[in-house]
């Protein structure tokens, strides 16, 4: 059921990306940090993913998202340090290439998703860099266990998205977090410790 809706939802997005006008095809999003509108923004949760990767075995990264995040973000271009950040993400909505690491990560050994559905973040502290860059420290909330977690953050691009007509700001961000610090422990030190986070955000100013 769930890969006929992504399926579906795919063939939704291309359809609606091939009807559309070239006009709204092009670049809408401004890179520029100064375009964004102060104000209350709310995650829009089909566009922003958290990823995840792993040491395998000392082979490869092994990696998975996270999706359905909710959230808020309070900015203002001219007084950036004052931004505030807060989102939730659904453990239960953790994916991998493979069903069957899927289902262990939401598992007891694991995520434990059951006792533990939610991981949050709340903003601390933001420092602003050069270049639409900034610094957020925060405390990151995973299986029970919250943490201070520091993001690197960087703006991608603002505007008017052509679909909804929603002002929307996109942003990336990077961490890495030692899940052994969370009480997850499952096969260490075979798997890695250090979690590398790359988290797609994009959000819409509420009007």
Known sequence: MKKWLSATGAAVALLMFVSLPKAATAQVASANPT??????????????????????????????????????LTLDPKKPAASKLEVTIPVQSVMTTSDKLTGELKGEQWLDAARFPNATFVSTKVTPGANGTATIAGNFTLHGVTKPVILHAKFIGAGVNPLDKAFTAGFEATATIKRSEFGVKQYLPL?????????????????
Not at 40 to 50: A, F, G, L, R
Not at 191 to 207: C, H, M, S, T, Y
């Open 191 to 207: 798997l890695g410790d250090d979690v590398r986070l790359n988290i797609a955000g994009a959000f819409e100013l509420q009007q």
């Open 35 to 72: 375009t964004v509108k102060a104000g209350t923004y709310k995650v829009e949760p089909y566009h922003t993913q958290v990823n995840f990767s792993i040491l395998h075995f000392g082979f490869t990264y092994y990696s998975g998202v996270f999706s359905d995040v909710s959230g808020t």
